[in-house]
């Protein structure tokens, strides 16, 4: 087991396997680059561990103004938290949850919430997990908290829908649950979804629709700009900034590289719909979507891409992973919701991120679960 550094890219003995040949093509760019030329709000010190046949991204988390929640547990469960509270519609849970929220955020600055090692973290909004078992995480465990002292080891993105068994193998290693989000999940090994009028009315649309489907292997650059407009009219300007900010040089590469599978909704020679998936040990996200938002909605853009989704994920056989938000919609296509988890470990850190962690989870449980739940988030 090694750790290696962005300065050490040309020694890294990279394994000959699935999950060796994807992590060479998604970080030897990171490594050279660095993280702000794909994802311009992220700005981390990236390493990598290399045991066996795996490769693991290893980077320390980090407060910066601006930065993005999949490298900032603060941004994650202060700031984007305060996003989502402003969707509830509710000024009764409003008010006082904001309240409880700003005095949260200054005990857990002091406290260094923060000072974590992410494990396994692609700087997407859900992260896949390779075939790891009890051994391995005990191994990665004691070896990070030798290499970086004082900090907690963290691992995000586990829900009980597709990793049930990692869940109980990190807690059987001392790890905790923190509440992230709640999400939903496609089962397409289960056919009930197809009975569903919601999903039979969105494959008549997709039949019926007046978009041509178009493969995005080759895309121009104003294509490229016109793809990350769609993806930042949605997941930026609709929902929030904490989001990813992807760049050129991202879309780019991950298309170049087949690190994404990449669907357009072209109309009249004009991109109005994208999608861009990928797939890892049987499950299939898609850390890419947008659409034009000033477009009827009639046309049905979010329900094409959506139909879209879950007819690639059939093809293949793969669990469709179909991240948060949009509750009803996706529950009305067969979705079943499932809240995910970061999972935390200790034994090494010191009095404050032990005091930030144990608050922070004991306040999750206590309120932000009974909220997911009731409101669907």
């Not at 470990?345 to 999750?364: D, F, K, N, P, Y």
């Amino acid at each position: 087991m090694k750790l290696f550094r962005a300065e050490e890219v040309d020694q890294i003995p990279w394994p000959d396997s699935v999950d060796g040949r994807y992590a060479r093509t998604f970080f030897d760019p990171l490594l050279r680059h660095g993280s702000s030329h794909f994802f311009s709000n992220v700005d981390a010190e990236i390493f990598l561990l290399v045991f066996g046949e795996k490769v693991l991204p290893v980077t320390p988390g980090r407060l910066d103004p601006g930065s993005c929640y999949v490298s900032s547990p603060y941004d994650h469960y202060i700031r984007y938290a305060g996003v989502e509270l402003e969707t509830i519609g509710n000024r009764w849970v409003e008010i006082p949850c904001s309240f409880v929220l700003w005095v949260l955020g200054i005990f857990l600055r002091w406290a260094r919430i923060n000072n974590v090692i992410y494990v396994n973290n692609w700087f997407l909004s859900t992260n896949l997990y390779p075939a790891l078992d009890r051994e391995e995480i005990g191994e990665v465990t004691e070896f990070l908290q030798q290499q970086f002292p004082g900090r907690v080891v963290m691992f995000r993105s586990l829900n009980e829908g597709t990793d049930a068994r990692l869940l109980e193998v990190f807690e059987s290693l001392g790890y905790s649950r923190v509440l992230s989000r709640q999400l939903y999940v496609s089962d397409l090994s289960d056919s009930s979804y197809r009975k569903k009028r919601d999903y039979k009315n969105d494959r008549k649309l997709l039949d019926s629709t007046v978009y041509e489907v178009v493969d995005g292997k080759d895309l121009s650059e104003v294509e490229i700009g016109r793809v990350i407009d769609l993806y930042n009219a949605l997941y930026l300007e609709k929902y929030t900034e904490l989001n990813p900010h992807f760049t050129a040089h991202w879309i780019r590469t991950a298309i170049e590289q087949d690190l994404l599978t990449v669907k357009l909704l072209v109309r009249s020679g004009r991109i109005d719909g994208v999608l861009g998936f990928f797939e890892r040990g049987g499950v299939m996200t898609t850390p890419l979507l947008g659409y034009d938002t000033s477009v009827p909605i009639d046309l049905g853009l979010y329900r094409l891409l959506s139909i879209l989704l879950l007819v690639e994920a059939e093809s293949r056989g793969l669990i469709l992973n179909q991240s948060s938000g949009a509750a009803g919609f996706k529950r009305g296509r067969g979705a079943v919701g499932y809240l995910e988890y970061s999972m935390v470990h200790v034994g090494a850190a010191g009095i404050r991120e032990r005091c930030a962690w144990w608050t922070l989870g004991s306040l999750m449980r206590a309120i932000a679960e009974p909220l997911l739940r009731r409101y669907e988030l």
